[in-house]
């Protein structure tokens, strides 16, 4: 009866909060507060900044359109970058993937795989971008080598989590006529995954698009670096003109692969 009692009461409060919770949604607040406060954040400086902002965003208009010979072969490289950088980044990815996945690697191998993930997912693109800028000089070279890395840490892992999600029974037959390997990934893995892989692929190539922009602000080409050439320059009509090329091209982007997602049934 009692129990009844205590489901009767929890029906008519679905949304009630255990003590628990409401201890950590206070601990979260009062946590916040203290760091807003440690930080120098304060309702002065953010009306301070709201008439900063205004007045910047006064400044880009009228955009320039007078230098569409440099915004061209910036946006031009900025996408050979995200393009190389994604097919570069899947190829690796797949045998990344593989060696990483719990049920067809030994745990050697799976460790050594999961490292090089983590690895590559803890470098942000731009921390990549410096640090290739650094070995291979400026240039879009060490663009496409930070997003190769920033690929292979994002896809490598779904793909990794994706192969141990998959049912065994394909791989058992497979393996109990004698098959390699290789054919046990071709026949018994691929299939499976496949239509995921893909849907990881038009992500992965959203993504690298909006992050070959900021990799070029370092020296790693690409569009960023004639953004923030312009910055330095004071010719805020410009950054106008690039800002809203990027926002196209991005959302252009966007659809593109909503598009292939659509025809792919991913």
């Known amino acids: 009866m009692a129990e009844l009692n205590q489901a009767a009461r929890a029906a008519r409060r679905p949304f009630s909060w255990s003590a628990g919770q409401k201890a950590l949604l206070l601990i979260t607040a009062a946590y916040c507060a203290w760091s807003l406060a440690h930080m120098g954040v304060s309702g002065e400086r953010l009306a301070d900044g709201w008439r900063q902002g205004a007045k910047f965003l ?156 900021m990799v070029g602000i370092v020296g790693a080409g690409g569009i960023g670096g004639a953004l923030f050439s312009a910055f330095l320059r004071y010719e805020y009509g410009f950054v106008c003109t690039i800002l809203a090329t990027v926002i196209a091209i991005i959302v252009l982007g966007e659809v593109a692969v909503n598009a292939v997602r659509k025809a792919l049934d991913v």
């Open 58 to 213: 006064a400044s880009m208009f009228p955009p320039e359109l007078g230098k569409m010979d440099e915004l061209w072969q910036g946006i031009k490289e900025t996408l050979q970058i995200a393009v190389l950088a994604t097919a570069a980044g899947l190829a690796l990815s797949l045998p990344v993937g593989l060696m990483a996945a719990a049920n067809l690697s030994p745990a050697p191998l799976r460790l050594a795989g999961r490292t090089l993930i983590a690895a590559c997912r803890a470098l942000h693109p731009v921390i990549s971008a410096i640090l290739f800028v650094k070995a291979v000089g400026f240039g879009p070279l060490a663009g496409i080598l930070a997003l190769v890395v920033a690929t292979v840490g994002f896809v490598g892992k779904l793909f990794a989590d994706a192969i141990e999600e998959i049912s065994p029974k394909p791989i058992e037959a497979i393996r109990a006529t004698g098959a390699s390997f290789a054919n046990v990934v071709l026949f018994g893995v691929l299939p499976q995954v496949t239509t995921r892989f893909v849907g990881f692929a038009t992500y992965q190539l959203d993504s690298n698009l909006r992050n070959s922009t």
